[in-house]
């Protein structure tokens, strides 16, 4: 049985509200590619969703062409001047230190201390988020006009303090929930949980997975459902790795979650091609929804859409984004913060994608089973008054019967007749309940 559209007037501003709230208790976590934030920041997604299985790959496992790296762990950085006073400190905001940073602990005049630190010259008052992953370093991360300020004073000293971690005997984490249907047919829900405290970038996506789950969890279902909750890039070649095989075989559509949460714009980036199903599905329901969206070619990807569409993977995924990632100033930035995303912005993506879910589970070919066309009126499917402008209310229903001819799916009957395809699911049961239509193989 296709899942139901239920779904009219449903609680996507309280699931709004859900997301949010979720998003806060991330916000504060110093997150990276390893590390116990990330494994913190699970355990918070876990205790919504139980069902969330937690899995640790090995620091120097080799994932195709790549290496986990050494597991990374900070637990305080400073820059302190000669007085004690903290310049800035990452207990009160974990982008101030370099990701990935090595152990630091030195005193030096600023003439030396300003090569260790990274600023957003374009952007003077914010906190840059700066990485580096794969070549070890240390640093640190501060507004232009601070690094401003201290530049009056070059002889100046100061206490520069990074007391982390790198080891080689650690891990890479990641989090899988999967939720059987009557088919092993699988659709992806990816998104990733690796950066500090940005709240559009990193806590969005995560937070409005969970919802979706516990929205898949209430619904009889066809499609088996796997959420992934990963380090972003190497998590996705990492997870690739161990699990190519069963996606190549069953992934019917995906979705990388990122950048959910804003209440701007709404954008998906395609397929490496932009022909796949998940293409389809998300102009259609983008289209009807949200004429303004923006589609992106594969040319502008940039998230984990790069690894699940790879050649050899060729994955059916797509990146899906209120404002896209890179797309809005304070990407990356100290101003990505909780007053950047809210209830609304992820009520508005949660419609999106439960819409869009349910045409999943809804799509298949459909054949009327009556020659010519069937008496309608009979079944309280038609206006028993012939009168001018009585009939509009069954045009819709009338068309879908036309193309109904067991050779188009849901989506093709929606675009043959201009109507969302998720206006069509009410349409379908109904001639479904009526026996008038039979769903196809």
């Given at each position: 049985?296709?899942?139901?559209?239920?779904?009219?007037?449903?609680?996507?501003?309280?699931?709004?509200?859900?997301?949010?709230?979720?998003?806060?208790?991330?916000?504060?976590?110093?997150?990276?590619?390893?590390?116990?934030?990330?494994?913190?920041?699970?355990?918070?997604?876990?205790?919504?969703?139980?069902?969330?299985?937690?899995?640790?790959?090995?620091?120097?496992?080799?994932?195709?062409?790549?290496?986990?790296?050494?597991?990374?762990?900070?637990?305080?950085?400073?820059?302190?001047?000669?007085?004690?006073?903290?310049?800035?400190?990452?207990?009160?905001?974990?982008?101030?230190?370099?990701?990935?940073?090595?152990?630091?602990?030195?005193?030096?005049?600023?003439?030396?201390?300003?090569?260790?630190?990274?600023?957003?010259?374009?952007?003077?008052?914010?906190?840059?988020?700066?990485?580096?992953?794969?070549?070890?370093?240390?640093?640190?991360?501060?507004?232009?006009?601070?690094?401003?300020?201290?530049?009056?004073?070059?002889?100046?000293?100061?206490?520069?303090?990074?007391?982390?971690?790198?080891?080689?005997?650690?891990?890479?984490?990641?989090?899988?929930?999967?939720?059987?249907?009557?088919?092993?047919?699988?659709?992806?829900?990816?998104?990733?949980?690796?950066?500090?405290?940005?709240?559009?970038?990193?806590?969005?996506?995560?937070?409005?997975?969970?919802?979706?789950?516990k929205f898949i969890k209430e619904k009889p279902r066809y499609y088996t459902y796997r959420f992934i909750y990963i380090p972003e890039t190497i998590g996705s070649i990492t997870y690739l790795s161990r699990n190519l095989e069963v996606l190549k075989k069953n992934t019917v559509a995906g979705f990388v979650l990122s950048c959910v949460g804003d209440n701007r714009d709404y954008s998906y980036v395609k397929t490496r091609y932009g022909n796949t199903i998940t293409d389809k599905l998300l102009e259609n329901t983008l289209k009807h929804l949200v004429p303004s969206h923006k589609a992106y070619s594969f040319y502008h990807r940039g998230s984990d859409e790069r690894q699940f569409n790879a050649p050899g993977v060729d994955l059916p995924v797509c990146s899906v984004s209120r404002t896209k990632y890179g797309a809005y100033p304070e990407y990356h930035t100290s101003k990505d913060d909780l007053t950047l995303i809210s209830p609304e912005g992820f009520a508005g993506e949660y419609e999106v994608m439960t819409k869009s879910l349910l045409v999943l589970e809804n799509n298949f070919k459909y054949r009327i089973n009556v020659f010519c066309e069937p008496q309608l009126g009979k079944r309280g499917l038609y206006p028993t008054i012939s009168q001018k402008g009585s009939y509009s209310s069954i045009i819709a229903i009338r068309d879908f019967i036309a193309y109904a001819d067991g050779t188009n799916t849901l989506l093709d009957i929606s675009e043959l007749i201009n109507i969302p395809a998720y206006e069509l699911i009410a349409i379908k049961d109904k001639l479904l309940e009526n026996k008038l239509i039979d769903v196809m193989n």
């Open positions: 049985m296709p899942m139901e559209d239920n779904n009219h007037g449903d609680n996507s501003n309280t699931v709004g509200e859900y997301c949010y709230e979720l998003a806060q208790k991330l916000f504060p976590i110093c997150r990276s590619i390893t590390g116990n934030g990330f494994r913190q920041s699970l355990a918070i997604l876990k205790e919504e969703l139980p069902e969330i299985n937690v899995f640790e790959v090995p620091s120097g496992t080799e994932v195709f062409d790549w290496t986990v790296p050494k597991e990374w762990n900070c637990t305080e950085a400073y820059i302190e001047d000669e007085e004690h006073h903290r310049i800035i400190d990452f207990k009160e905001n974990n982008l101030h230190v370099l990701g990935y940073s090595a152990p630091f602990d030195k005193v030096l005049p600023f003439s030396e201390l300003k090569n260790y630190i990274y600023t957003q010259k374009d952007q003077k008052d914010v906190i840059p988020y700066v990485t580096s992953y794969y070549k070890e370093r240390s640093g640190f991360c501060m507004s232009q006009n601070q690094f401003d300020e201290l530049a009056k004073h070059e002889d100046q000293k100061y206490h520069a303090v990074i007391k982390s971690t790198l080891d080689e005997h650690g891990s890479l984490t990641y989090g899988e929930c999967i939720i059987k249907g009557k088919s092993d047919k699988e659709i992806l829900i990816s998104t990733y949980l690796c950066h500090p405290s940005m709240a559009n970038n990193e806590c969005s996506g995560p937070a409005l997975s969970v919802a979706l789950a």
